[in-house]
Nanobody
Framework: QVQLVESGGGLVQAGGSLRLSCAAS????????MGWFRQAPGKEREFVAA????????YYADSVKGRFTISRDNAKNTVYLRMNSLKPEDTAVYYC?????????????????WGQGTQVTVSA
């Protein structure tokens, strides 16, 4: 399994932007499907975005479609989540996750590697 470390979270005003990064250790990162999930206080973890190992397939939650973009740089062992037009309801801890099967999945149970999370807070 790869080890994942997120960064880039913080406090931003509504309408602002952030870019989250998830750095992976291990030589097999390029074969992993990668996903982003989030969990707000008192709520269950929810899917945000996912990308297949080739980058050729992506999925987004309806709530972020058109505002968030997932991307990856296999040379840097890093996956990104660009978040634009942020809303207070985007406030959550954001987690990246890796799936060794290489597919892009919305199902958190398919991911075997998880980062520790990074806090994103959007003020009104």
């Amino acid at each position: 399994q790869v080890q994942l470390v997120e960064s880039g979270g913080g406090l931003v005003q509504a309408g602002g932007s952030l870019r989250l990064s998830c750095a992976a250790s291990g030589r097999t990162f390029s074969s992993y499907g990668m996903g982003w999930f989030r969990q707000a206080p008192g709520k269950e973890r929810e899917f945000v975005a996912a990308m297949s190992w080739t980058g050729g397939r992506t999925y987004y939650a309806d709530s972020v479609k058109g505002r968030f973009t997932i991307s990856r740089d296999n040379a840097k062992n890093t996956v990104y989540l660009r978040m634009n037009s942020l809303k207070p309801e985007d406030t959550a801890v954001y987690y990246c996750a890796g799936d060794s099967s290489g597919i892009a999945s919305m199902d958190p149970h398919l991911y075997g590697s998880w980062g520790q999370g990074t806090q994103v807070t959007v003020s009104a």
